[in-house]
């Protein structure tokens, strides 16, 4: 472990500096608002809240806020959330620091919870999303003016302030800058210390964990949960280091060679759901795979590539481009191609509900978008083949991305993730990629067709992959409504 027993001083901003009064006799408690990093391991947000209210003899305790259906969260994605928090909530109170879960609007639960424990510090973990960004900036506003409030970022290896300060054009252009840096934050996380001092202050109400998720399954139904990983940061282990099927055990060494054939997605880490959620630590990760470096060079090296580089890219895109989610944040080449190609004839026009329901001429196409509403998790490489079509499909760009992202953040199990933005930013509006030679609708976007696909994989083998893979779990649904039905009878 290393010795040292906070964050290091450049992965934490101040976004409001506290006024103290010199009547102000004790220093009141320390609130982590937990959002984005929801574990108790590997969390520098945890760590600093606890050391701060160490070095001030003063308690500590974490409050989530629930929002009701972030952006369009279903069952499927709420379900894994709560399901996981359930779980921290043992975790973090056997070190005795209180758990809260607030619900509602977060600019006034945040600041009433503040309020009534007479907190002095609220330390947040980080997001680029505008949603949460604003929620702080009105916090800040609302809150007493002696009230100290820090951001940490416990989600990045590099601290997205520290990797760059502006938007980046490419990987290439932050590749650079973030390999300068991994020794100074590519680090071992020091051991999370027990508070000095007890919280006294309690709400009246325990939380009834079982009646909230049964709620939001039944409400969010339309999408439903999946069972092919287990939620919560013991499942998040078990899925990097396991013995029986663990990525960097068992999984790793065909990284390199595999991860972009559909037809093989034990290749791929099977980590997002996880990252997403923040049930494990991007760090903690790279930690473990820089282990068994010597053993599989070339598929850590991948691997470090897309857990680090490429996700911090899409934060940073995130970040400092407030239309991270419209036409409006492509570069000025990729707007203008699309605006001069948007009333190009197309050959087929799609409602929303066609490419919803997977009715297309395109049964590669339609796999995919199958794979996903029914899987939560569509194959990297057909998510750009899937994101290109619907541009081709649809009556224009602005269209084309609304529908994409729409779709992607209804069925992804990692759904309103940077990553999901940036990559139909990349496949419809070419963000981080360059010009390519100009065609009709694409304009100099890059350009993906069935026949491409054809070369690189076996297409009818993944057409058939999803059908068996959407027939089994169906059976599986199938099979579960009737265990209810019968359990509600009794």
């Not at 009834?208 to 139904?221: E, P, T, Y």
């Not at 990097?240 to 390199?256: A, E, I, T």
């Not at 992607?408 to 390519?436: A, F, L, T």
Request: with cysteine; hydrophobic share 35%.
């Amino acid at each position: 472990m290393s010795s040292a027993a906070s964050a290091q001083p450049g992965r934490i901003r101040v976004l409001k500096e506290g006024i103290r009064k010199p009547s102000d006799q004790a220093v009141g408690p320390v609130v982590y608002w937990m959002f984005r990093d929801q574990r108790l391991r590997d969390n520098w947000a945890l760590i600093h809240a606890v050391d701060e209210a160490n070095k001030a003899n003063t308690p500590v305790a974490v409050a989530f806020n629930l929002f009701d259906q972030f952006l369009g969260a279903r069952a499927r994605q709420l379900g894994f959330m709560l399901k996981g928090l359930r779980q921290l909530h043992r975790q973090i109170e056997s070190l005795q620091i209180p758990f809260f879960l607030l619900q509602g609007d977060a600019t006034v639960t945040i600041p009433n919870f503040i309020n009534e424990c007479g907190a002095s510090l609220l330390v947040t973990d980080f997001s680029p999303l505008r949603e949460i960004r604003r929620c702080k900036d009105e916090i800040g506003k609302t809150t007493s003016d002696s009230l100290t409030i820090h951001e940490v970022d416990a989600h990045n290896v590099v601290p997205i302030w520290a990797a760059s300060d502006k938007l980046e054009y490419s990987a290439r252009t932050l590749r650079g800058r973030i390999n300068k840096l991994l020794p100074d934050y590519l680090i071992e996380f020091p051991e999370l210390q027990p508070p000095t001092k007890e919280w006294t202050w309690s709400m009246d109400e325990a939380i009834d964990w079982d009646s909230l998720i049964n709620n939001v399954v039944r409400k969010g139904a339309e999408v439903p949960e999946i069972d092919w990983c287990e939620p919560g940061e013991d499942g998040a282990r078990e899925v990097l280091m396991g013995g029986q099927d663990g990525f960097l055990m068992k999984r790793l060494k065909s990284y390199s060679t595999d991860r972009n054939n559909p037809l093989k997605p034990k290749a791929l880490s099977c980590l997002s759901p996880y990252l997403h959620f923040g049930q494990i630590s991007a760090q903690r990760c790279a930690l473990e795979a820089r282990k068994v470096r010597k053993t599989y060079p070339q598929a850590v090296d991948s691997f470090l590539e897309e857990l680090i580089v490429r996700r911090e890219l899409a934060d940073n895109f995130c970040y400092y481009q407030p239309h991270y989610d419209s036409l409006k944040g492509a570069w000025e080449w990729a707007r203008k191609t699309l605006m001069d190609h948007a009333s190009d004839k197309r050959d087929h026009i799609y409602s929303l509900e066609q490419l919803e329901k997977g009715q297309t001429a395109d049964p590669l196409w339609n796999a995919s978008q199958l794979e996903m509403v029914h899987h939560g998790k569509m194959h990297g490489f057909m998510r750009m083949y899937w994101a290109k079509k619907i541009l081709e499909w649809t009556r224009g760009p602005e269209e084309a991305l609304s529908i994409s992202i729409y779709l992607n953040d209804k069925y992804e199990i990692d759904g309103r993730d940077p990553g999901g933005y940036v990559g139909c930013m990349w496949s419809i509006c070419g963000v981080h990629d360059q010009g390519w030679k100009e065609r009709p609708v694409f304009g100099k976007i890059r350009y993906m067709n069935y026949a491409g696909c054809k070369r690189k994989f076996d297409v009818n083998g993944y057409i058939s992959y999803v059908t068996r893979l959407v027939s089994s779990t169906n059976k599986k649904r199938k099979r579960k409504a009737e265990e209810h039905l019968s359990e509600d009878s009794i």
